[in-house]
């Protein structure tokens, strides 16, 4: 029996197949969210007794499983969502790339998938953008969507940990969420349906945690309302809204101190790299200004109330994809609950502040660690 260590991933190892059949550019204004692949992906098997083998970029293709492939059967899959920017002189610069790495390996270790060095993938997702920069619009507000995923790919029914498993990366480039501007969306506050519980995954991005949600958007769309906004137990606790953490700017009741918060890390909320953010740049930007930034719980009725006594400055969703997204109202409780807006706005001054701070990031206009040069 081998003693050595299982290998990690090595991207010195990796092994580069391109097209012979390179595939036309959609115009950008042409781009839906996810439907346009690049020429390539990246894909790094990895089995018990080797750890992970050698890394391939190859033309994008099907994948061939056994019908009883894991996967199939009792979901050992993570995702993980990320961009690549094009900045002024053409390079390409992922954002807090990092941070998605740390998730992606606390979602696989969650479903008993395995672990890799985080910098060893940066590496071989640079590599991969690299070869596939053609798809990267130049255009502000545009971007390469990256979607790391890992599945377990053992072909047995039995139920236990994976021996195998597999690690790709596709790439599809995507134009603005909000292509003439922002738009401010309603939700519905639901209860009826729980996204994420104490002691529960909603924390880690595994694929079963999103196909539930699916059905209780289609509800909240047919009665008017965009997203979700999801409560958590009898007291009602905001937690994210769709896919996306949340945000409220209010003014405190006794004090009248403008306040920005969201809720805390407690497990069913999902470690947004957008609301890490937004909550760096607050403190960094906007407490000096006399905000105080939280991380805490706080209850619908909390909202309700600021919101009857004028206190409700506004409410914004945060993530990779729309970066911010304004909120008009939230329908609770057989009313609508006004988030601050005027009927003219489609944002309030946060929000907007907010998607112009982290897009300078983004885009490496603002010089920032934050931003990596591939
Ligand atoms: N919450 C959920 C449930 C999500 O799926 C996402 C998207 N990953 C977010 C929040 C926002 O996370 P991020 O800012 O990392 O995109």
Redesign the pocket.
């Known amino acids: 029996a081998s003693t050595s260590k299982p290998l990690d991933i090595d991207p010195s190892k990796l092994v580069v197949e391109k097209t012979t059949k390179p595939g036309p550019l959609k115009k950008p204004e042409e781009l839906i969210f996810g439907a346009n692949f690049t020429d390539h992906m990246l894909t790094i098997e990895w089995n018990k007794t080797t750890g992970w083998l050698e890394p391939h970029i190859t033309p994008y293709q099907n994948l061939s499983l056994d019908p009883a492939t894991c996967v199939f059967h009792y979901a050992f899959e993570c995702f993980e ?1 990320m961009k690549a920017y094009k900045d002024k002189q053409g390079k390409i610069r992922l954002f807090r790339p990092d ?2 790495m740390e ?1 992606f390996n606390k979602s696989a270790a969650r479903i008993a998938l395995p672990t890799f060095a985080p910098t060893a993938l940066i590496d071989l997702i640079s590599k991969l953008v690299k070869i596939d920069s053609r798809f990267i619009p130049e255009q502000r507000g545009y971007s390469l969507y990256l979607r790391p995923t890992m599945i377990g790919t053992q072909k047995t029914l039995g139920v236990g940990a994976p021996g195998s498993a597999l690690l790709y990366v596709i790439a599809s480039p995507v134009g603005p969420y909000y292509p003439t501007g922002f738009k401010a969306v309603s939700l519905e506050a639901t209860n009826y349906a729980v ?1 994420a519980w104490p002691g529960g995954v ?1 924390d880690k ?1 595994l694929g079963a ?2 196909a539930p949600c699916i059905v209780p958007q289609r509800e909240a769309m047919s009665r008017g309302f965009q997203q979700n906004l999801w409560l958590f137990g009898e007291e009602e606790f905001v937690t ?1 809204v769709g ?3 949340f945000f409220v700017a209010l003014k405190n009741k006794e004090t009248g101190q403008k306040e920005l918060i969201t809720a805390p890390l407690d497990g069913t ?7 890490d953010s937004v909550l760096s740049l607050a403190r960094e930007r906007l407490a000096p200004e006399g905000w105080k930034i939280e991380e805490r719980k706080y209850t619908m009725a909390e909202l309700d109330e600021a919101a009857s006594e004028g206190r409700l400055i506004e409410a914004f969703g ?4 729309a970066i911010v997204s304004p909120v008009r109202c939230i329908s609770w409780k057989g009313k609508l609950v006004n988030c601050g807006l005027q009927e003219h706005e489609e944002s309030g001054e946060i929000a907007t502040k907010m998607k112009n701070w982290i897009e300078a990031r983004q885009y490496g206009d603002d010089k920032h660690e934050w931003s990596y040069v591939c």
């Open positions: 969502g941070k998605n998730r996204r909603g991005k945690n999103y994210e896919t996306m953490n909320i999902l470690e947004g790299v957008t609301r945060a993530g990779t994809a």
